[in-house]
Protein backbone atom coordinates (compact mmCIF):
# COMPACT_ATOMS: atom_id res chain seq x y z
CA UNK A 1 0.00 0.00 0.00
CA UNK A 2 2.87 2.33 1.13
CA UNK A 3 4.65 1.47 -2.39
CA UNK A 4 0.95 2.34 -4.40
CA UNK A 5 1.08 5.43 -2.47
CA UNK A 6 4.61 6.74 -3.07
CA UNK A 7 4.07 5.62 -7.03
CA UNK A 8 0.99 7.77 -7.00
CA UNK A 9 2.86 10.65 -5.75
CA UNK A 10 5.45 10.61 -8.17
CA UNK A 11 3.32 10.10 -10.83
CA UNK A 12 1.49 13.61 -10.38
CA UNK A 13 4.54 15.44 -8.82
CA UNK A 14 6.20 14.58 -12.09
CA UNK A 15 4.30 15.56 -14.66
CA UNK A 16 5.79 17.78 -17.15
CA UNK A 17 5.58 21.65 -16.25
CA UNK A 18 7.23 22.32 -20.12
CA UNK A 19 4.02 21.34 -21.50
CA UNK A 20 1.87 22.69 -19.34
CA UNK A 21 3.27 26.11 -19.90
CA UNK A 22 3.86 25.20 -23.78
CA UNK A 23 0.52 24.84 -24.09
CA UNK A 24 -1.10 28.20 -21.82
CA UNK A 25 1.71 30.48 -23.39
CA UNK A 26 0.67 28.98 -27.31
CA UNK A 27 -3.30 29.16 -26.51
CA UNK A 28 -2.90 32.67 -25.06
CA UNK A 29 -0.75 33.87 -27.59
CA UNK A 30 -3.85 32.07 -29.94
CA UNK A 31 -6.36 33.36 -28.51
CA UNK A 32 -4.61 37.01 -28.44
CA UNK A 33 -4.32 37.43 -32.18
CA UNK A 34 -7.97 35.79 -33.19
CA UNK A 35 -9.67 38.08 -30.71
CA UNK A 36 -7.34 41.04 -32.83
CA UNK A 37 -8.60 39.94 -36.20
CA UNK A 38 -12.34 39.17 -35.19
CA UNK A 39 -12.18 42.66 -33.89
CA UNK A 40 -10.63 44.11 -36.93
CA UNK A 41 -13.09 41.80 -39.12
CA UNK A 42 -16.31 43.80 -37.57
CA UNK A 43 -14.67 47.51 -37.13
CA UNK A 44 -13.86 47.20 -41.27
CA UNK A 45 -17.45 46.15 -41.78
CA UNK A 46 -18.85 48.92 -39.88
CA UNK A 47 -20.70 46.52 -37.66
CA UNK A 48 -19.64 48.49 -34.99
CA UNK A 49 -20.77 52.05 -35.35
CA UNK A 50 -24.02 53.29 -33.45
CA UNK A 51 -25.92 56.17 -33.26
CA UNK A 52 -25.81 56.93 -29.68
CA UNK A 53 -22.70 58.24 -27.93
CA UNK A 54 -22.88 55.83 -25.44
CA UNK A 55 -23.47 52.99 -27.21
CA UNK A 56 -20.83 53.84 -29.39
CA UNK A 57 -17.81 54.25 -26.95
CA UNK A 58 -19.62 50.61 -24.95
CA UNK A 59 -19.00 48.93 -28.45
CA UNK A 60 -15.52 50.19 -28.72
CA UNK A 61 -14.62 49.17 -25.53
CA UNK A 62 -14.05 45.66 -27.71
CA UNK A 63 -10.78 46.30 -28.82
CA UNK A 64 -10.01 45.30 -24.92
CA UNK A 65 -12.52 42.95 -24.09
CA UNK A 66 -12.84 40.65 -27.47
CA UNK A 67 -8.84 40.40 -27.73
CA UNK A 68 -8.88 39.44 -23.36
CA UNK A 69 -11.57 37.01 -23.63
CA UNK A 70 -9.94 35.14 -26.65
CA UNK A 71 -7.09 35.09 -24.86
CA UNK A 72 -8.45 33.94 -21.28
CA UNK A 73 -10.17 30.82 -23.62
CA UNK A 74 -7.14 30.27 -25.45
CA UNK A 75 -5.22 30.32 -21.83
CA UNK A 76 -7.50 27.63 -20.73
CA UNK A 77 -7.45 25.46 -23.58
CA UNK A 78 -3.89 25.29 -24.29
CA UNK A 79 -3.11 24.18 -20.29
CA UNK A 80 -5.69 21.69 -20.85
CA UNK A 81 -4.68 20.74 -23.87
CA UNK A 82 -0.45 20.49 -22.07
CA UNK A 83 -1.61 18.46 -19.44
CA UNK A 84 -3.37 15.84 -21.48
CA UNK A 85 -0.10 15.82 -23.63
CA UNK A 86 1.90 15.78 -19.98
CA UNK A 87 -0.58 12.89 -19.14
CA UNK A 88 0.26 10.43 -21.60
CA UNK A 89 3.89 11.23 -21.43
CA UNK A 90 3.91 10.35 -17.52
CA UNK A 91 2.00 6.95 -18.27
CA UNK A 92 4.02 6.18 -20.75
CA UNK A 93 7.49 6.80 -18.22
CA UNK A 94 5.28 5.13 -15.04
CA UNK A 95 4.37 2.04 -17.50
CA UNK A 96 7.34 -0.30 -16.91
CA UNK A 97 6.88 0.76 -13.11
CA UNK A 98 3.08 -0.38 -12.92
CA UNK A 99 3.91 -3.82 -15.07
CA UNK A 100 6.68 -4.70 -12.05
CA UNK A 101 3.99 -3.98 -9.51
CA UNK A 102 1.04 -6.03 -11.16
CA UNK A 103 2.81 -8.83 -12.97
CA UNK A 104 2.47 -11.20 -9.97
CA UNK A 105 -1.16 -10.77 -9.46
CA UNK A 106 -1.72 -11.27 -13.30
CA UNK A 107 -0.25 -14.54 -12.90
CA UNK A 108 -1.56 -16.00 -9.91
CA UNK A 109 -5.05 -14.33 -10.90
CA UNK A 110 -4.97 -17.10 -14.70
CA UNK A 111 -3.76 -19.76 -12.08
CA UNK A 112 -6.73 -19.32 -9.62
CA UNK A 113 -9.29 -19.59 -12.76
CA UNK A 114 -11.27 -22.80 -12.47
CA UNK A 115 -12.47 -22.89 -15.91
CA UNK A 116 -9.67 -24.59 -18.35
CA UNK A 117 -11.00 -23.10 -21.18
CA UNK A 118 -10.65 -19.39 -19.70
CA UNK A 119 -7.09 -20.33 -18.37
CA UNK A 120 -6.26 -21.45 -22.31
CA UNK A 121 -7.58 -18.47 -23.60
CA UNK A 122 -6.12 -15.93 -21.22
CA UNK A 123 -2.86 -17.66 -21.93
CA UNK A 124 -4.02 -17.68 -25.93
CA UNK A 125 -1.88 -15.57 -28.85
CA UNK A 126 -4.56 -14.48 -30.58
CA UNK A 127 -6.98 -11.14 -30.25
CA UNK A 128 -9.81 -10.96 -27.46
CA UNK A 129 -12.12 -11.00 -30.27
CA UNK A 130 -10.50 -14.28 -31.80
CA UNK A 131 -10.61 -15.97 -28.04
CA UNK A 132 -14.39 -14.81 -28.20
CA UNK A 133 -15.09 -16.19 -31.41
CA UNK A 134 -13.41 -19.32 -30.32
CA UNK A 135 -15.30 -19.49 -27.52
CA UNK A 136 -19.15 -18.65 -29.24
CA UNK A 137 -18.07 -21.46 -31.82
CA UNK A 138 -17.33 -24.25 -28.59
CA UNK A 139 -20.53 -23.07 -26.94
CA UNK A 140 -22.82 -23.20 -30.33
CA UNK A 141 -21.16 -26.49 -30.98
CA UNK A 142 -22.26 -27.79 -27.36
CA UNK A 143 -25.60 -26.07 -28.09
CA UNK A 144 -26.67 -27.17 -31.78
CA UNK A 145 -29.85 -25.93 -33.20
CA UNK A 146 -32.62 -28.52 -32.88
CA UNK A 147 -33.78 -29.53 -35.78
CA UNK A 148 -30.79 -29.03 -37.93
CA UNK A 149 -29.39 -33.45 -37.48
CA UNK A 150 -32.60 -33.89 -40.09
CA UNK A 151 -31.27 -32.06 -42.97
CA UNK A 152 -29.03 -35.26 -43.40
CA UNK A 153 -25.82 -35.90 -44.03
CA UNK A 154 -25.38 -34.63 -47.69
CA UNK A 155 -23.15 -32.00 -49.33
CA UNK A 156 -25.98 -29.63 -49.18
CA UNK A 157 -26.99 -30.13 -45.75
CA UNK A 158 -23.46 -29.56 -44.33
CA UNK A 159 -23.39 -26.66 -46.38
CA UNK A 160 -26.35 -25.14 -45.10
CA UNK A 161 -25.45 -26.43 -41.74
CA UNK A 162 -21.75 -24.67 -42.21
CA UNK A 163 -23.70 -21.63 -42.87
CA UNK A 164 -26.24 -21.49 -40.35
CA UNK A 165 -23.21 -22.37 -37.78
CA UNK A 166 -21.61 -19.04 -39.42
CA UNK A 167 -24.81 -16.97 -39.15
CA UNK A 168 -25.06 -17.86 -35.31
CA UNK A 169 -21.62 -17.39 -34.49
CA UNK A 170 -21.88 -13.85 -36.40
CA UNK A 171 -25.27 -13.01 -34.33
CA UNK A 172 -23.57 -13.91 -30.93
CA UNK A 173 -20.61 -12.00 -31.44
CA UNK A 174 -22.71 -9.06 -32.12
CA UNK A 175 -24.93 -9.51 -29.00
CA UNK A 176 -21.78 -10.22 -27.39
CA UNK A 177 -20.16 -7.37 -28.37
CA UNK A 178 -23.56 -4.74 -28.45
CA UNK A 179 -24.15 -6.19 -24.11
CA UNK A 180 -20.31 -5.19 -23.40
CA UNK A 181 -20.77 -1.63 -24.64
CA UNK A 182 -23.98 -1.47 -22.80
CA UNK A 183 -22.29 -2.67 -19.70
CA UNK A 184 -19.66 0.01 -20.13
CA UNK A 185 -21.50 2.98 -21.00
CA UNK A 186 -23.60 2.30 -17.46
CA UNK A 187 -19.51 2.80 -15.85
CA UNK A 188 -18.86 5.69 -17.95
CA UNK A 189 -16.50 3.98 -20.44
CA UNK A 190 -16.84 4.94 -24.03
CA UNK A 191 -17.89 2.25 -26.69
CA UNK A 192 -14.53 3.10 -28.51
CA UNK A 193 -12.66 1.53 -25.72
CA UNK A 194 -14.26 -1.83 -25.68
CA UNK A 195 -14.49 -2.19 -29.46
CA UNK A 196 -10.68 -1.30 -29.13
CA UNK A 197 -10.31 -3.94 -26.57
CA UNK A 198 -11.68 -6.74 -28.64
CA UNK A 199 -8.83 -5.73 -31.44
CA UNK A 200 -6.00 -6.08 -29.00
CA UNK A 201 -3.85 -9.69 -27.90
CA UNK A 202 -5.08 -11.12 -25.09
CA UNK A 203 -1.15 -10.67 -23.57
CA UNK A 204 -1.26 -7.52 -24.18
CA UNK A 205 -4.59 -6.93 -22.68
CA UNK A 206 -2.93 -8.30 -19.73
CA UNK A 207 -0.01 -6.62 -20.07
CA UNK A 208 0.30 -2.96 -18.72
CA UNK A 209 0.53 -1.50 -21.90
CA UNK A 210 -2.79 -2.68 -23.20
CA UNK A 211 -4.36 -1.36 -19.63
CA UNK A 212 -2.40 1.94 -20.67
CA UNK A 213 -3.64 1.76 -24.11
CA UNK A 214 -7.29 1.40 -23.13
CA UNK A 215 -7.14 4.16 -20.48
CA UNK A 216 -5.24 6.74 -23.50
CA UNK A 217 -8.72 5.91 -25.27
CA UNK A 218 -11.32 6.59 -22.40
CA UNK A 219 -9.89 9.39 -22.30
CA UNK A 220 -9.42 10.86 -25.95
CA UNK A 221 -13.08 10.00 -25.63
CA UNK A 222 -13.90 12.11 -22.75
CA UNK A 223 -11.79 15.05 -24.31
CA UNK A 224 -13.65 16.38 -26.79
CA UNK A 225 -17.08 17.11 -24.20
CA UNK A 226 -13.92 18.79 -22.03
CA UNK A 227 -12.77 21.18 -24.99
CA UNK A 228 -16.78 21.78 -25.52
CA UNK A 229 -17.61 22.88 -22.52
CA UNK A 230 -14.46 25.33 -22.01
CA UNK A 231 -15.64 26.63 -25.41
CA UNK A 232 -19.45 26.68 -24.56
CA UNK A 233 -18.60 30.34 -22.73
CA UNK A 234 -16.75 31.66 -25.61
CA UNK A 235 -20.36 30.17 -27.77
CA UNK A 236 -22.48 32.08 -25.78
CA UNK A 237 -20.46 35.34 -26.04
CA UNK A 238 -20.01 35.49 -29.48
CA UNK A 239 -23.86 34.24 -29.84
CA UNK A 240 -24.72 37.58 -27.85
CA UNK A 241 -22.08 39.98 -30.16
CA UNK A 242 -24.15 38.71 -33.31
CA UNK A 243 -27.57 38.94 -31.74
CA UNK A 244 -26.41 42.71 -31.08
CA UNK A 245 -25.16 42.99 -34.36
CA UNK A 246 -28.35 42.43 -36.19
CA UNK A 247 -30.19 44.27 -33.71
CA UNK A 248 -28.47 47.13 -34.63
CA UNK A 249 -29.33 46.41 -38.03
CA UNK A 250 -32.76 45.75 -37.55
CA UNK A 251 -33.68 48.65 -35.38
CA UNK A 252 -31.79 51.34 -36.82
CA UNK A 253 -28.96 51.47 -34.29
CA UNK A 254 -25.98 51.70 -36.52
CA UNK A 255 -24.35 55.28 -37.50
CA UNK A 256 -24.69 55.98 -41.27
CA UNK A 257 -21.74 57.35 -42.36
CA UNK A 258 -22.59 59.92 -45.30
CA UNK A 259 -20.76 60.31 -48.86
CA UNK A 260 -18.67 63.02 -49.21
CA UNK A 261 -19.49 64.48 -52.88
CA UNK A 262 -17.97 67.36 -54.32
CA UNK A 263 -20.37 70.53 -55.18
CA UNK A 264 -18.94 72.86 -57.60
CA UNK A 265 -18.44 76.72 -56.06
CA UNK A 266 -21.48 78.77 -57.56
CA UNK A 267 -20.84 80.98 -60.32
CA UNK A 268 -18.43 78.46 -61.56
CA UNK A 269 -19.03 76.94 -64.98
CA UNK A 270 -16.85 74.74 -67.08
CA UNK A 271 -15.95 76.74 -70.19
CA UNK A 272 -15.47 74.45 -73.26
CA UNK A 273 -13.23 75.98 -75.87
CA UNK A 274 -14.84 76.23 -78.70
CA UNK A 275 -14.03 74.14 -81.94
CA UNK A 276 -10.80 75.36 -83.86
CA UNK A 277 -10.09 78.20 -81.47
Do not use: C
Not at 36 to 48: E, K, S, V
Amino acid sequence: MQDTQYWLNEFWTGLSVLDLLGGSVLGTLLGLVLGILAWRWLHRRGWLQRRKRWHHWLLASYVVLLPLATAFFGLQLGFTAGAHRALFKQLDHFQPHLQTLVEGWSEGFTDSLDDPRMREALRSQGTVGDVADTIASAYLSEHPLPGLDRLGDGPLARGTGWVIGKVREGLLRGMVEDTLVDKAGTIGLEPKVVREALTMHVDELLHTRGVLRLVKAQINGMMPGVYFGLLLPLLIIALLVALEIWAAQRFGWTRQVASSTVVPAAGRQLRVPAEGS
